[in-house]
C-alpha cells in the first residue's frame, strides 16, 4: 500500500507563534496561507502542518500521489484502492471516499490510541 507523502498535522493556538518556533527549528513556509490560518512547513524531507481552528487535534496525514514536494508521482495507490484494502482487512474507517469516484477525495481512520489519520488524495 503506497500512501504517498507523510506529515504531522498540528492543531495549533496561535499559527503566528507556531510558525516562528518551527522556524527555529529549520523550517520554511513551503505553502499554505497564514491569513487563513494555515501552513505547510517544511525542512529536508519532513513536513509539518499548522492548522489554528481547523482540527480538534493532531492528525497524522498521508498524501497518495504525492512526494514530499508536492509533486505528483505514478504508479500511486488511489485513495479507493487504500479504502478498500483497509476494509477488506477489518479496518474501521471514520469517513469514507465515495467509491465511484475519481481523482481527489480522502478517508479517515483511529489508530488504537485514538490517533487521527487523514489520507488525502489531492489528484
Known amino acids: 500500500m503506497k500512501l504517498g507523502a507523510f506529515s504531522i498535522s ?3 493556538k496561535d499559527i503566528a507563534a507556531s510558525k516562528a518556533f518551527y522556524e527555529q527549528l529549520g523550517f520554511t513556509a513551503f505553502g499554505g496561507q497564514l491569513d487563513q490560518h494555515w501552513l ?3 525542512n529536508g524531507s519532513t513536513l509539518i502542518g499548522l492548522f ?12 497518495p500521489g ?5 509533486q505528483p508521482f505514478d504508479p500511486f495507490d488511489d485513495v479507493r484502492q487504500i479504502q478498500q484494502q483497509l476494509m477488506s482487512a477489518g479496518v474501521a474507517l471514520t ?3 465515495n467509491a465511484d469516484g475519481t481523482g481527489p477525495d480522502y478517508i479517515t481512520l483511529t489508530d488504537p490510541d485514538g490517533n487521527e489519520i ?3 488524495q489531492h489528484r
Open 118 to 120: 487523514l489520507i488525502d
Open 40 to 42: 505547510i512547513m517544511k
Open 10 to 12: 498540528l492543531a495549533v
Open 52 to 63: 489554528q481552528g481547523m482540527f480538534p487535534n493532531n492528525v497524522l496525514t498521508f498524501n
Open 95 to 97: 469517513r469514507q471516499a
Open 66 to 70: 504525492w512526494d514530499e514536494h508536492a
